[in-house]
């Protein structure tokens, strides 16, 4: 999960509106922003950690120069915490300077960084974006859209690109368009990002979606488009992009992300209806398909949780006996709505299981006399290899549990998910990756050892 | 506004207990946060600039030991944001040692600051509260009962203090009840804060509200009630509070925030009902009172507007074309909810009126074919006095502009505010202070000549 | 110990002057900096923790605005380190605003604090300075002269001050004059200073020292002089700035330093000499005596001890067995001047002995076959209370042992100091206090009990 | 310039070691600093920019765990000054994790670099260490010691070199020795280092220097060299390091430098004799060859400037009118030691020559009546290409003007410089490059081109 941004406009503080355009996309990761500009001349790049308006002021981004930039917003793993490995990631090479942006995972990176040392390309970090960055500097081709294409036979797994060069800006998506990229068009010239919500809010306007397999180039000629590796004959677009990441005002294959959630909140109830008072969504991605559930059996839809956004960023521990109640920190229920209701909390999702319990005992002690759950995705049972931070297959309640015991451990009067047809007719698309439900991955797995941590830098 | 926090528990980690109660009031302050605790021998303080998750870490929450313990969180005003003026507010006394927290605004500042220049008592800001804390440590009284009484005889304004002592903490309310302050039970002792809404992440329970003109003790021995100044006939709280700053789980005279929000909404719907397909909120804060408008009308109620929360703590300036849109990197529309829809929003005021006119457009250019704007409260047309960071009477537009004139300035087809009487039915109350509506504030104001900056402390 | 400067001079960038005359005063203290200026209407101030060069940026230097300033640089002392403790200390009074920047120590704090809180004033921290300021603000006196006056009727110790109000600089010196400050003259007005070796850096010339109990005023019509109170009969001057506060090159009652201690290391080698191959000092405040020494002896000088500046300011602990050797880690002898030699090794003084004993070994372990210790002012055996960060009695090496036992403690061939006649002659003037030698304090000692810690800030 | 350590050393916390010994080192660069340490499974680095005290501290050297340390302190040049050079350099090969530390310049960068391009090792940054870190990695050999071998063959220029690998230090210097490494033994290890001053402060014992060409491996087993490269015929130690570079107190070829600069002093006192009343060194290097000086000449030796240590490291830019005399920023005169008197001035080099002029005209201010300048070396006429940032030949003023227009220009009585014979016997050794005095380079220069600025990262 990261956030990707490109744009190639004359006239325009190609900078500043990609510092907007990362705060659009901040949601897609906060661990690191960094944004890289050219002139035509010279290369100009400010990274650091933490959320873009912390990373960015006046001062550092003023010599942001030049009509091409791109921009990235990354998201935290475990361990790899470090300027290091902000983006976007700046080298040199025998075709002049590269600046990347990477969103995705590979699933041989493993292979890759072995042929890579062996060639002698020494590697500074563990990160499978340096990985790329380096296969595109010695891939074969005669310009960057045969390397490109040339990387796209090699690379297996996910991967968004944005590419910087001197004079042009590059974008590319895997050939199964695992992770999202979309095209737009601003006054003055043309933008790539991560998703379509990013237009609004710089002028531009969303044209289409970088297609599986095809490579952009942003130039002072405007728009060009190859077809670099052949796309798969299954598109395998991620599908926790609409049940959970995607910003709900997004495009995703030409679909509002939002209208989509709406509608696996009404494929729920009628899966799985229930005889409620009120309908409450988890906020705040469990609310659309609240609505879309509430409105699909007339109950009343109302707030019934509040959560307080600044709790997030803290890394102060609780007292022990608060620790059992962290959720109780982030969530508050509002007793006037919830006192002597059947109520139903529709969630998104349930990975590990550890909110949905406390959330249920927090609405009953506020009054509920039932508590139904509602999840508007089947249960998530598989770990993703593909770029979402998803825990090991131990962590994951639906592994270890069958619906009923979760029903139990989560102290709800019952417990429904959507099944995989109703979530695959809401979402409707060519083809979606829904590997995390189903343990079909679209890809071949390397098996990964290189999880041993093998050096620290701080 | 300003967030206040007090509690006297033992066996407990009172420093972090107040940790978590301030991220509880983040929302009523975000320029600084202190928090003060004893031992009973020594005092300890921190504060900082910036959010609570900014200013505390576990190193420099680690030395705050104790029993008893006060915190604030401050609000920004133009001018004033400087470390200096972080609270609490820590002096030495004739006493012993007092540290101070206030939420609210004197109305006699200037007559009671140059009181204190002639005793001799100088001063190093220009904040009220470092007047209300010199005031106190040298009122008359033989204890600090005494000594709030008499600072209550002489102060004229809005107050809500916690005061910590050596051995004691101490909460008072202005006798007029102007700024909310309540009395929760933890399981080892008592706490004190501006809103109920700090009970539950804390495991406290919520007693009551502190009385006007009352002050409470807490201390080895309990809570312990003394009436200071007489309360006034009228009590004039802050109905502001329940329109826009209160948290909606908190409780306000006993009612819930949220409910009442509803209430405004419902009320609105009878006085000003309108044929549509959709009623939406401004989020957050105008979403309750669309849920009762809409429900109240029976017509759908779904999201239309996405907030960008990242948005907020930004100072970078947009380039000039994008400054004309600044509503629009805040909020981005749901096109798919809107498209060829007539739609109520729902905000709970207009102040400044620049806001309300770039989401009418906003909401049109997504599609919709009617936008009606629907206010929970009457047109706000004086300044406040008594701790509300309001404008000057030239930039409240309810001030220079009659509600057709507002409604065709912000491009509406139709424009509705609550009437006072609608308001009045919604909040209930014993008597509140509407003086942003009506003109007719609860207490004489100073002719302000204070205003001038006088030094500057970077 | 702390360094003060204020200046008024027209058509000057005042602030930046008195930046880099901060800078030639930062030997007198590195906890933190500050300076305050006047353009006539507003007072402007920054202040920080740490080194001028740390403090003070283009930023924040600019807006210092005016043709007045003063600025102060303040020593460590323990458990006081603290931004509340940065001076100037602003405040508003009922004659205006007032920075005042304090060099000294009261030795009737406790008196003075409980007058003050009696009366009302409170205090915000435990400093000498905070009560002088406030004493100055409630002082007797139509004008800022006479209230100089009456505060030097009420403060007993060692102070010397500069204050600026709106639209004057004021300098003025306790009647003793036991800390140094003196005026000069600039191309634009004047300046004030604590010791004269600001003047060159800064384009001024010294004119004179600022009197025992005299006030001066530097304002639009340029200097004006007032006796305060009337001097004691006997000057009390401080006499460990000549040994080892002051630069080499100020003027301290119009002598320079370094001659000053040139001549005590002739007369330590009229009193106490030997025969030797070499003389060498501790650097960087034993040289001048060294060669004094030498000379008077006709011994070559030479150096024997190289001293690493980058180690002062660490906070890292060494490894145990290198603990022992923490004199090591600072310096270094220079084998090949030292090998065969019979070496004098002269301090400027020995206050708790930690230094000399691991210097004498390190010279003996790098070939030295004699090693001669001689100390240039006699043996410090009381504490100072006049603001000189000095141990108290146990931890004075001089107080617990006798001449031979010091001797032998740090395994010189011989020691001597200098007497008290030797250092009266070298120094000569009107009269100083020495009382670090002789326990003859020339004011009367509160009974300090002040110095449990009642309160922590951080 | 940049100071270099290594340690290997069992039962001893070698990041602490390290910590001290770069302090000692600090005066070889300070820009940044880095430590890299190995427990033999992981590798832990902390680099940061500014002064070892400033990039450390408890709480980032705490986890540098294990037997095996390298460290850096890098100096600052120009344009560079970015945390992406810090050092060490550190890179996963195909051979495991390397980590680099580089003192020196290559002179052939931009073949390598080319040659590193077209293989396909792209680069992050415009360093030489980054050249040589990647050169390394990819070299022929089937151990370390015959891929630095290989590396020998093929860099061209000065480099002395640590690497840590997970099990093992390594240490390399040219096979010309342009500059200094030295060898020591530690009470439970070895160590490598720069310059021999390293070894007191962590008890440590100098053995003797590394060879050209030689190459020094630490391990379990002990210390183990082997020659890399044949040593070429004639060394060519970088002379400069005796003139003014290392420190006092370190051995280079076996002589105490400071013994080295005394003599320097003396041979300039036969070669250029003057009637004199005092003679005075430039602080801090001029002082060791003004004290010979002195003493070849009987004339007595004295200080006569002071040099303010605090502002070195301030970017505040002088007022105007006191642009003209930043060195009087700097130095201070002792005006009692100069009055009515001859002075010879002596210093260790003039470069740019804009010190020297302001300086004379200094102590001519203060009372001196004749001011002769003695330098203790030839005049620096041709820039260094070998790792010492000298200005270009426009800079250098011995390029520029004869000694008689360089006397005139800075205002001296009279001027002399050390010949190039007296500089040779006074340093003796076994073959110096003194390229910078007469314009003989060791080796072949390229022509430069890169130093075209291609990308900036903040």
């Known amino acids: 999960m990261c956030g990707l941004f490109g744009m190639y406009a004359k006239k325009t503080d190609v900078a500043r509106a990609t510092f907007f355009a990362l705060c659009a996309l901040q949601h897609r990761g906060q661990e690191s922003a960094g944004i890289t500009t050219s002139d035509g001349q010279l290369i100009y790049t400010h990274k650091g950690m933490g959320l873009i308006s ?127 990229l979309c095209l737009g068009v601003s006054p003055t010239g043309h933008v790539i990002a991560s998703e379509s919500c990013v237009m609004g809010p710089i002028m531009a306007k969303y044209v289409r979606e970088v297609r599986p397999g095809e490579i952009i180039r942003l130039d002072k000629d405007g728009v060009h488009s190859t077809q670099g590796a052949k796309p798969k004959q299954l598109t395998a677009f991620c599908i926790f992009e609409y049940i959970y990441f995607a910003r709900p005002d997004s495009l995703l294959e030409d679909k509002m992300v939002h209208q989509v959630r709406q509608c696996l909140g009404e494929k729920l109830a009628q899966e799985a209806p229930v005889e409620a008072d009120l309908v409450i969504g988890v906020p705040k991605s469990g609310i659309p398909a609240a609505i879309g559930y509430a409105q699909g059996l007339s109950i009343p839809y109302g707030q019934g949780l509040i959560r307080n956004h600044y709790i997030g960023r803290t890394f102060i521990q609780p007292e022990e006996r608060l620790r059992r109640s962290k959720v109780r920190l982030k969530y508050s229920p509002l007793v006037s709505n919830l006192i002597g209701k059947r109520v139903v909390m529709v969630d998104d999702s349930v990975v590990r299981g550890n909110t949905a319990g406390p959330l249920v005992r927090l609405l009953r002690k506020a009054g509920a006399i039932e508590v139904h759950v509602r999840i508007s995705c089947p249960p998530v049972q598989h770990p993703c290899f593909m770029g979402v931070d998803m825990p090991t297959y131990q962590e994951l309640i639906a592994h270890r549990m069958s619906v009923p015991e979760i029903t139990s451990h989560i102290d709800a009067d019952s417990l429904a998910y959507l099944s995989h047809e109703g979530m695959s007719q809401a979402v409707g698309g060519k083809g979606s990756c829904s590997a995390c439900f189903t343990g079909k991955y679209p890809v071949q797995l390397e098996k990964r050892n290189y999880q041993k941590k093998e050096f620290e830098v701080t």
């Open 54 to 180: 912390q990373v960015f002021d006046e001062d550092n981004l003023r010599p942001l120069k030049g009509d091409l930039a791109i921009g990235q917003t990354r998201y935290s793993t475990t361990g790899s915490s470090h300027i290091l490995n902000a983006q976007p990631y700046l080298i040199d090479t025998q075709h002049g300077h590269l600046a990347v942006g990477h969103n995705g995972n590979l699933t041989n990176t493993l292979a890759l960084r072995s042929k890579l040392l062996e060639q002698g390309v020494d590697l500074v970090s563990s990160s499978d974006s340096e990985v790329i960055t380096h296969m595109l500097a010695i891939a074969n081709g005669s310009d960057w859209e045969g390397r490109l294409t040339d990387l796209m036979t090699k690379a297996i797994g996910a991967y968004s690109l944005v590419v910087l060069t001197q004079n042009a800006i590059f974008a590319a998506r895997d050939p199964m368009g695992l992770r999202p």
